[in-house]
């Protein structure tokens, strides 16, 4: 048996190769949910009615979606570029940081502020990333691990400030930052839930990324430039510039993540207020094969997985944590998938 | 003569394709069989199906009179066929000695017998003439020794019929000439050879027999001895090509100036091309070619001395801004530096030109895809859309397409690398068509080559590059094979 290259991928077999991916990593984490004693189809359906079964349920649902939306969109910026940025929870981490610094005491209206902090959280995030592309670009530094050991770096970085400077004085010990100013919080799309004005600005920002990515110059010199960087340096393309730009265009994404959740929803910026957006992100990204449309997709079926999971382990018993297993799984296939949609099986 | 090799009608299809159709070959023992086509003849498929990494639809194969499992490369192997592929299957982390063991060991084995293996090693190497060094580095050879590791590692595994994949796509000449004796010797030691070629001359220098191949049928054979290049070309292409003939030509003022140029490659490098002209630098690979594409590519600024382009000093331009001043180029190595293989043909098309194919940051998609299809028409890009992604055109239409990128904007100036370095005749001729064009609109082309013929049949002038310096200009009509290679050679007081 050998795999060869398909000429053109069809569009259905695009289509299809996530939609496979997922069905084939629900039947194989079914297998772990039957071995905790429980019907599969049992617990799916009380994933599902958990996730998606009443409004309150998809309000939840499409607020975790959120910032997976925008890690999901880092992580395809960055990928389409091979520049392997695993430093998606770090840059979220300190663009969550840096907007409740910024915002707690920040001398100006809502309307104008609002745009300002998440211009901060993003400078926050691209600032975090643009030093290992430096350092690859300079030294030829791996960015994988130099961006993956970040996020333990950003994390304990976190926890000093919130333990130090930056501590809530009106939280009653609790390790948690001082809250963005109220003026700062994102109105509420549904009154009485948390889903919040961040979801639209993360769908317009996939729109955004879309554009940039498949209609500009920048976007076609960026692509070049991670498929064969030898010739796009020989057609003209400036690598270091064009790295640099993916590099703070990605890590602002993940930085405006954090922005967003701190101010839509969390107010202050604690060390567990991230349930690894920037990895999920990583996921999200795989399983829309780096097309910022199918990253709002995928992030609403991980945003599912996700605040299902929890639903169905108080109904059924199962641990809340098969929802990693399933994402992780999920990527896993996705992976497969893949080389089904780019090869044909031949004997 | 003993028969150590048989092909049996062999057929082969992809899809609709078939890409060998009843194909029947024989092989004795102490001879030299070249396997010559144009590209997508076949061969390699024929060479695969005998090695076994592809089964046959139809058809045989036999080693020394017994039918191989189709299928099965081990089999292959075991029973005496060893194949040493176009691209290399080494490890360069290893040292060479290594290399050679690597798989022909269980690995259930507690421990390697490191000298026995050595003296093996040694004693091929010796008896067959290929000297090599057990313990250096692959990553520190050259192709050439490289090669002669690939060849050592299948007389290693007791190879009796030894196969190669165009094993002189990577070589200078002079490394070509040494590998053919070295076949040659083989021969006369009792090993049968195949080697898969499109060049004519050494097909007619290596071997004893042609096989000669097109749309995947055998469509002749001849004893070397009874053949002429001639013949073979017509037989290959299955119409009669010509090169295109250069004419006289006066050539206009100087176009490009290089004055004392030094970087790392390049010592004290000085040229004049005038408008109009193709001045070529011939040169055994590895002598500061590269270095000198790269200086006049713009991706590599001198440590001294000037380039001007049509009175201009482009000495510090970056690649962009050298194709503005009106270069165009063409890579020495066209899918590591000419193309991206995973974007389409359109998307290649314009990628040196973004500027003229944007506006306002955004890019013109239809005007490109139009552009595109235009060069696709005029340079004649078979089985090419300007959607299709580049990758999967042939190596003559990937040339085709940088070469027609850079000819549409009629530039002052032309760099061209190696330009048909590894293609098939027709895409050749299609080339040098495409540069004599160019020159006799007034271009001043830079024409670096390793083939003397290419040199001979397309440059007003020529200058040798060794070790980074170049020898005087020779004309034209002042030069042949004989004087270019005493040239080549760094021996520029005797011609």
Sequence with gaps: MRFERRAHVPLHLAVAAPLGAVAAALVLAAGLIGAAGVGPLDAYAAMLRGALGSRLAVTEMLTRATPLILTGLAAATAFRARLWNIGGEGQFYLGALTTAWIGHALPLPGPVGVPVLMLCGMAAGAALLAGPAFLRLRFGVDEVVTTLLLNFVVILFVGMMIEGPLRDPLAFGWPQSVPVDGAFRLPDLVPRTRLHLGLLVAVATAGVVWLVLARTTWGLEARAAGLNPRAAAFAGVSLPATIMGVACLSGGLAGLAGAIEVMGVTGGVTTTMSPGFGYAGIVVAMLAALHPAGVVAAAVFVATVFVGADAMGRATGVPSFIADVIVALSLLTMLVALLFTTHRVRR | ?495
């Design chain 2, 1 to 495: 003569m003993t028969e150590v090799l048989a092909l049996e009608g062999i057929t082969k299809r992809f899809g609709p394709i078939a890409a060998n159709e009843d194909v029947t070959l024989h092989l004795d023992r102490g001879e030299v069989l070249a396997l010559l086509g144009e590209n997508g003849a076949g061969k390699t498929t024929l060479m695969n199906i005998l090695f076994g990494h592809y089964a046959a639809d139809a058809g045989e194969v036999r080693v020394m009179g017994r039918p191989l499992p189709p299928g099965r490369p081990r089999a292959a192997i075991d029973a005496g066929v060893g194949m040493v592929h176009q691209h290399f299957a080494l490890a360069a982390n290893l040292t060479v000695l290594d290399n050679v063991v690597l798989g022909s060991e269980s690995l259930w084995r507690p421990r390697s017998d490191r000298t026995a293996a050595r003296a093996r090693l040694l004693d091929l190497s010796d008896r067959f003439g290929l000297p090599v060094d057990p313990d250096a580095r692959v990553a520190r050879l050259s192709v050439g020794e490289r090669q002669r590791v690939e060849i050592l590692k299948a007389l290693y595994r007791d190879a009796r019929i030894l196969i190669l994949d165009e094993p002189t796509a990577v070589l200078a000449r002079p490394e070509a000439a040494r590998l053919f004796e070295t076949l040659r010797g083989m021969a006369r030691g009792g090993l049968s050879v195949v080697f898969i070629s499109h060049k004519l001359h050494e097909v007619m220098a290596g071997a004893d027999r042609v096989a000669v191949l097109r749309g995947g049928r055998k469509v002749a054979e001849r004893a070397t001895a009874d053949t002429t290049p001639a013949e073979l070309a017509e037989l290959m292409v299955g119409r009669r090509v010509e090169r295109p003939v250069r004419r006289g030509r006066r050539p206009g003022a100087p176009m490009l100036v290089a004055r004392d140029v030094r970087t790392d490659g390049l010592d004290g490098v000085s040229l004049t091309i005038r408008s109009g002209e193709i001045l070529g630098i011939v040169g055994v690979s590895g002598n500061g070619q590269a270095a000198l594409g790269a200086l006049l590519s713009g991706l590599s600024p001198p440590r001294h001395g000037t380039v001007t382009l049509d009175g201009r000093d482009v000495t510090r331009h970056g690649p962009r801004d050298m194709i503005r001043a009106g270069a165009a180029r063409i890579p020495e190595d066209r899918n590591a530096e000419g193309v991206i293989g995973e974007m389409t043909v359109w998307e290649n098309a314009v990628l040196e030109r973004l500027a003229d194919f944007s506006v306002g940051g955004f890019v013109r998609q239809r005007t490109a895809r139009r552009h595109a299809d235009a060069l696709i028409e005029r340079f004649d890009l078979r089985g090419a859309a300007s959607g299709t992604r580049t990758r999967l055109l042939s190596g003559g239409n990937i040339q085709k397409l940088i070469v027609g990128r850079g000819l549409t904007t009629d530039p002052r100036f032309l760099l061209a690398a190696q330009p048909t370095r590894g293609l098939d005749e027709g895409a050749i001729a299609a080339v040098h068509a495409a540069l004599l064009a160019a020159r006799d609109a007034g271009a001043a082309i830079l024409l670096i080559t390793e083939e003397l013929d290419e040199a001979l049949a397309l440059a007003d002038r020529m200058q040798a590059i060794v070790k980074g310096r170049l020898s005087d200009p020779v004309a034209a009509r002042d030069a042949d094979a004989g004087r270019l290679g005493l040239m080549m050679a760094g021996d520029w007081d005797a011609v």
